[in-house]
């Protein structure tokens, strides 16, 4: 029996790794924590009876307590509870599915726990790659990738170890703009970019994919988890979403991961690694494909591929700061206070403005998500 925490439980991947778990009599939920969705965590904490559950905000708490009191469940709030919840020693491995820097420091305070991470949230290597790659090594900890595209690149590189990368291929899927000019682009609604082709994701990552940013970040975390050259990290455009990523070896030879754009498959390959166990759900048809489309990224348009490069090339507190201003730029778009192209302006002017950290603490990199985030406040809504 393995137990397994959950950390963003109430959204799209925290959902669908509790769909594994109905599916596998082996896997234990022992602890899940949620950012806002009472509703939705009351009726997983009555279906999978954890030891201990956690919501941001403690007047929800209370408000869970008062719900749940006919279970003997712990219920606690805020980051100290994410951290009790990351912590908790029941766990063998913690699904970090939240999304935003506030999952890093849970993730840290797992690792020095002893936890294996199955790995869903980018912010914690963008920002962070040097602090946690490190830190679980001296831990003996493994980080599992849940994103499809990392989690392809670590399947292709299984029994791969002693041979030598010559480049990373990630593939993107294009998101909903795929083809457009920027004059296309200037009055675009949320609508417009929340329509994914392909994939069922929560709001934010998927204004990440419209934009590209996401394949960013991506790039970013794979520097970190597979410990490549920033040069030697390519992104590919496979609209169809079949290709999940690609590894070239010094021979030539390249290998790839291919399925149906179904998130179930990662998550389920982190919880069982190195295992491969039957997943239900539809299977590719090649005598029906027409073709494998792959492209060049249009980085003139799509702009935050092209940040996250030079993020990376700055280094230090830099990729922060991408990641912070982008976070912020998200919300300020989803709540329909800036145009869809002001999410690049806005990353743009915040990394033009940075005075890079070479070596940013945890602290350093929590306190400067703050001061981007205020810096943007000024900046571009009080004009």
């Not at 939705?40 to 559950?53: C, M, S, T």
């Not at 900890?141 to 989690?151: F, G, N, Q, T």
């Not at 069982?272 to 494909?289: C, N, S, V």
């Not at 494998?292 to 249009?298: A, F």
Request: hydrophobic share 40%; glycine share 6%; with cysteine.
């Amino acid at each position: 029996m393995k137990n397994i925490s959950i950390i963003g439980s109430t959204g799209s991947i925290g959902t669908q790794s509790l769909d594994i778990v109905r599916a596998n009599d082996d896997l234990n939920v022992v602890a899940l924590a949620a950012g806002s969705n009472t509703v939705l965590l009351e009726k997983q904490a009555r279906e999978f009876k954890p030891d201990i559950i956690g919501i941001w905000d403690e007047d929800k708490a209370k408000e869970l307590r008062v719900a749940l009191s006919e279970f003997d469940i712990r219920i606690v709030s805020g980051m100290d509870g994410l951290i009790e919840i990351a912590t908790y020693v029941k766990a063998d491995i913690v699904i970090t599915a939240i999304v935003g820097m506030i999952g890093i420091r849970p993730t840290v305070e797992a690792i020095k726990a002893g936890k294996d991470i199955a790995l869903a949230n980018k912010e914690t290597l963008v920002t962070a790659g040097h602090i946690i790659m490190p830190l679980a090594k001296e831990y003996n900890v493994r980080i599992l990738p849940v994103d499809s595209e990392h989690s392809a690149i670590f399947q292709c590189l299984h029994g791969e170890e002693d041979n030598k990368i010559s480049r990373l291929l990630i593939t993107a899927s294009g998101g909903p703009f795929r083809g457009k000019t920027r004059k296309e682009l200037e009055n675009v609604t949320v609508e417009d970019a929340l329509k994914h082709p392909n994939w069922s994701m929560g709001n934010k990552i998927t204004i990440d994919s419209a934009t590209m940013v996401n394949k960013g970040l991506e790039v970013i975390e794979a520097r970190w988890l597979f410990d490549v050259a920033p040069a030697d990290i390519e992104v590919v455009v496979q609209p169809q979403s079949i290709i999940h990523s690609m590894v070239e070896f010094e021979d030539g030879a390249v290998k790839a991961q291919l399925g149906t754009p179904d998130m179930k498959l990662p998550i389920q390959y982190a919880l069982y690694y190195p295992e491969r166990r039957y997943l239900a759900g539809d299977r590719l048809d090649f005598t029906k494909m027409n073709g494998i489309i792959i492209d060049k990224p249009d980085i003139d348009v799509f702009k935050g591929l092209t940040f996250a490069y030079n993020s990376l090339e700055k280094g230090g507190s830099m990729p922060t700061v991408f990641n912070a201003a982008n976070e912020k730029a998200v919300s300020l778009f989803l709540n329909r206070k800036i145009k869809f192209l002001e999410i690049y302006d806005i990353i743009e002017n915040c990394m033009d403005n940075h005075e890079v950290i070479e070596n940013p603490t945890l602290e350093e990199i929590i306190n400067l998500q703050k001061e981007t985030e205020k810096y943007i406040d000024k900046n571009f809504l009080n004009n």
